[in-house]
């Protein structure tokens, strides 16, 4: 089992929609979240963090965290052309050697016209 | 506001050169990360530190060699360069505790042949 698994995508979801991405964890004790925008050909962009559970939103965009079903969200209303990217999920653990960061391999948003 | 920098941002190497890669970082963090990205897939981490002198092996460490003589540099060092490694190189820093959101360099697309 991945560490942290997202579906690879393509999503594809109409301008004004709103576009959901999803995220899952394996290590009940990972403390802290991320989601992380990466355009073609740059490096990832810090979008939004989550620390506890429930929702966190941030503009157009809504972070929801479950531990119990080791499940994070990001929630985009109103997505705009220029939200396509592949989103990053991110999830940190503290082991042996200090705070861990892993990422999902990402989900490739597309909005269209 | 210079973040984290990284150098070069591109290189060819031939099969078994070696090369280092350099990352600074001006945010006086703790946290130093070196991530490899292949095309469609997600950052595996390769080493990371928590502070000058202290470096851990990630994910993907082999081929790789890394050090933390000072808290803003971390350079990674590729001795006897294999086509396998030719990917994206992405630094990233952090504080570690507390807001411990990481921050990326613009990368160094590296090519082996």
């Known amino acids: 089992q991945k560490e942290v698994e997202q579906n690879s995508g393509p999503l594809s979801v109409p301008e004004g929609a709103i576009a959901s991405l999803n995220c899952t964890y394996s290590?009940?004790?990972?403390?802290?979240f991320f989601w992380y925008r990466q355009y073609s050909g740059k490096s990832p962009e810090l979008i939004m963090s989550?620390?506890?559970?429930g929702d966190k939103e941030d503009g157009r965009f809504t972070a929801q965290l479950n531990k119990a079903s080791q499940y994070v969200s990001l929630l985009i209303r109103d997505s705009q052309p220029s939200d396509s990217a592949t989103y990053l999920c991110a999830v940190n653990r503290v082991t042996g050697g200090g705070n861990k960061l892993t990422f999902g391999t990402g989900t490739q948003l597309k909005v269209e016209l | 506001n210079a973040g984290v920098t990284q150098t070069p941002k591109f290189r060819i190497l031939k099969i078994g050169q070696s090369m280092t890669l350099q990352c600074t970082q001006d945010m006086n963090h703790n946290y130093m990360y070196w991530y490899r990205q292949d095309p469609g897939m997600g950052l595996k981490l390769i080493y990371y530190s928590v502070g000058a002198g202290i470096t851990d092996k990630g994910e993907v460490p082999n081929g790789y060699n890394v050090s933390r003589s000072t808290t803003e540099d971390f350079p990674l060092r590729l001795e006897l360069a294999a086509p396998s490694q030719t990917s994206v190189y992405f630094c990233a820093s952090s504080y570690g505790t507390g807001t411990i959101e990481a921050f990326f360099g613009q990368g160094t697309r590296l090519t082996v042949v």
């Open positions: 989550i620390y506890s559970n």
């Open positions: 290590d009940r004790g990972s403390q802290s």
